[in-house]
């Protein structure tokens, strides 16, 4: 059963450009998460989708960010126009269901490097 | 709201001796506690969860951690540290409803051969 798909796993974008990350969850899984990392820090919350569905998007910049979970293929976050600002390791995570005790389990991440 | 603190940014500890690595959260209603671990340039890695029951729980790699309600902490302990232990750990919390895991700042732990 391979494990959470992230890809690409590093991406380098010049200011103004856009950013496509894309996340296939487990097999099975139908709840992603995104989460943002950026030099030593911790993983802050963005998003999190179901299928077709955004649920809580409580922690993502309000312009510029987006997150889609379609009925077939990966979830996409987009950034759209870049800046600096916005490089960080971006991971995402999935769950077999939604419950608070369910375990997240986490991808490789993809590094994002802005010019 | 919940929060999650983990007070020591760097611990070292020689290869051998019992190693602890700190957390205490804060949140509303019952906590769920998670640790994950992250190897450089990584991703995280699901150690062990508290949900309820016994206050010891034991996970990967020969961790375990106590939750300790009355201090709000939920420590990650190993008898017997390794040098493969080394590594970025980090504890997060989620309340009941919650979906969002919120992560503490994280702590490197070095095991000094």
């Known amino acids: 059963n391979a494990g959470v798909m992230q890809n690409p796993r590093h991406l380098v974008r010049r200011r103004g450009q856009e950013a496509r990350l894309r996340c296939s969850p487990m097999k099975g899984h139908s709840h992603v998460y995104w989460y943002r990392q950026l030099p030593e820090e911790g993983l802050k919350f963005m998003v999190y989708?179901?299928?077709?569905?955004?649920?809580?998007e409580s922690g993502m910049p309000k312009e510029r960010f987006s997150a889609e979970f379609p009925k077939e293929g990966p979830s996409i976050l987009r950034i759209q126009q870049v800046v600096r600002g916005d490089s960080a390791a971006y991971f995402c995570?999935?769950?077999?269901?939604?419950?608070?005790?369910?375990?997240?389990?986490f991808g490789p991440g993809t590094r994002l490097t802005v010019l | 709201a919940q929060s999650v603190a983990q007070p020591e940014d760097q611990v070292n500890v020689a290869e051998g001796n019992p190693l602890t690595v700190k957390c205490t959260y804060s949140?509303?209603?019952?906590?769920?506690l998670f640790w994950y671990v992250q190897y450089p340039n990584r991703g995280l890695q699901f150690l062990l969860k508290y949900i309820t029951g016994d206050n010891l729980v034991k996970g990967s790699y020969g961790f375990e951690a106590e939750f300790n309600k009355s201090q709000t902490s939920f420590h990650l302990k190993k008898p017997s540290a390794l040098v493969s232990d080394s590594a970025l750990y980090f504890c997060a919390v989620r309340d009941l409803g919650n979906e969002k895991l919120t992560f503490g700042t994280g702590t490197r732990l070095t095991i000094i051969p």
């Open positions: 989708l179901q299928k077709e569905n955004i649920i809580d």
């Open positions: 949140v509303s209603g019952n906590p769920y």
């Open positions: 995570a999935s769950s077999p269901t939604a419950g608070s005790t369910d375990t997240q389990y």
